[in-house]
């Protein structure tokens, strides 16, 4: 992502835009006019001693940058919308998807130091805002990341940029970074943490047909690292596209001692012959809020006869494979029927009627949960 450093003087005067010009082949008196034409051209010795071809590479004035980075958006073929940014670096929030930025020297870009986490925004209201900050604080206890905010300072800047964006129907997903500073690999030398958030509108169509997964050849992460939910998800980046390149949906992690842990980024659960719903057990992965409280949802079906019995514990590839159904669940993928795990066939290879129906439970409590799960945005 470019970076927007905040300038304290001129451009004339920045000497972080040029390297010292005594480095430089040319005087100061051959320096043109920062104008929208002015290049550094740059030419290339051949093997035979001879200048290749020359290159043109612009200077450009910060208003220059903002204006090509707002072009380049222009272009951009995507179903997702950005419709607001908070930043703590400048304090406050924007709807300009041109300066929707973060500094290059922020170590949540170089090092990987940051946190995140997300809630749904449905009908004007937060799904799960706090049962996900409480997360997403632990997160950034658990990585050494000092809160800049108190908890209730964070929420309401939360709220006020979905507010700010008039989204109604979305998501929001906001960082804590170790902060901009430096270079080095500690986060000794960064001046503040900070806080950043987003809320994006998908415009890609619901879509709860029944998928197909692949176990994973990727390492799933340590449990130091998986229980946190860190911005290190090159992982899991690579469990997604190992499943897209094998014509899946998703790829499902297995832990060290051989059971079923979660997907790239949501957790998985079963419906036994014996019609439990079974869930691995959150010891050595990240505790997913949406699965937590579709175990809670599930009660309902439990009190109504379509379940036996839930149960969250250690699964077996074995015994998740001979289950009735399958599904994944996640704030993204909501709960989805999974069909096939490898070249198995999961129950009669249709969407199940439980998954569904913990799907339209999930969905009902989204549009009508009671006020601990759904925070009302003032717009």
């Known amino acids: 992502m470019a970076s927007l450093p905040t300038l304290t003087k001129p451009i ?10 005594s480095n430089l082949e040319f005087s100061r008196s051959k320096i043109r006019p920062l104008t929208r034409f002015n290049v550094f051209k740059n030419s290339n010795f051949s093997s035979d001693g001879q200048y290749g071809p020359t290159f043109d590479i612009p200077l450009l004035s910060c208003s220059e940058v903002i204006e090509r980075m707002r072009t380049s958006r222009e272009g951009h073929n995507t179903k997702q919308l950005y419709l607001a940014m908070y930043s703590s670096v400048f304090g406050g929030i924007t709807t300009d998807t041109a300066v929707m930025v973060i500094p290059m020297d922020d170590h949540m870009v170089h090092r990987g130091h940051g946190v995140f986490d997300t809630a749904a925004i449905m009908d004007g209201y937060l799904y799960e805002l706090d049962q996900h900050l409480d997360r997403f604080l632990g997160s950034a206890t658990m990585a050494k990341i000092q809160i800049p905010f108190d908890r209730e300072s964070i929420r309401r800047i939360l709220i006020r940029t979905v507010s700010v964006s008039k989204c109604r129907k ?22 503040q943490t900070t806080l950043y ?62 059971f079923v842990a979660e997907g ?15 869930m691995p057990c959150f010891d050595n992965i990240l505790s997913g809020c949406t699965a937590k409280r579709v175990v809670v949802l599930a009660e309902n079906l439990v009190k109504e006869g379509k379940l036996r019995g839930i149960r969250v514990e250690h699964v077996s590839v074995e015994e ?18 999974v069909v096939q795990w490898d070249e198995d066939v999961i129950g009669n290879g249709r969407e199940g009627p439980v998954t569904q129906a913990l799907l339209n439970l999930l969905l009902e409590d989204m549009k009508s949960g009671p006020p601990t799960v759904r925070v009302p945005v003032p717009y």
């Not at 004339?12 to 010009?21: A, V």
């Not at 979305?170 to 001046?191: M, N, V």
């Not at 998985?268 to 079974?278: G, I, P, Q, S, Y």
Request: with cysteine; charged share 20%.
């Open 197 to 258: 958030a987003i809320v994006i509108k998908d415009q890609s169509p619901p879509d709860h047909r029944g998928i197909r997964v692949v176990t994973s050849s990727i390492p799933i992460k340590p449990p130091q690292f998986a229980v946190m939910k860190s911005v290190n998800y090159l992982p899991n980046a690579l469990s997604k596209m190992e499943a897209e390149e094998n014509d899946a949906y998703a790829a499902i992690w297995l832990d060290g001692d051989g």
């Open 170 to 191: 979305g998501s929001l997903r906001y960082w804590l970074s170790a902060g901009p500073g430096d270079f080095q690999l500690s986060s000794s030398g960064c001046h």
């Open 320 to 337: 998740a494979k001979r289950a009735d159904e399958m599904m994944l669940i996640g704030s993204g993928v909501l709960v989805r029927s």
């Open 264 to 278: 790239p980024n949501m957790n998985v659960a079963f419906v036994t012959k014996e019609k439990e719903l079974l």
């Open 12 to 21: 004339s005067e920045t000497s972080f835009f040029l390297p010292k010009l």
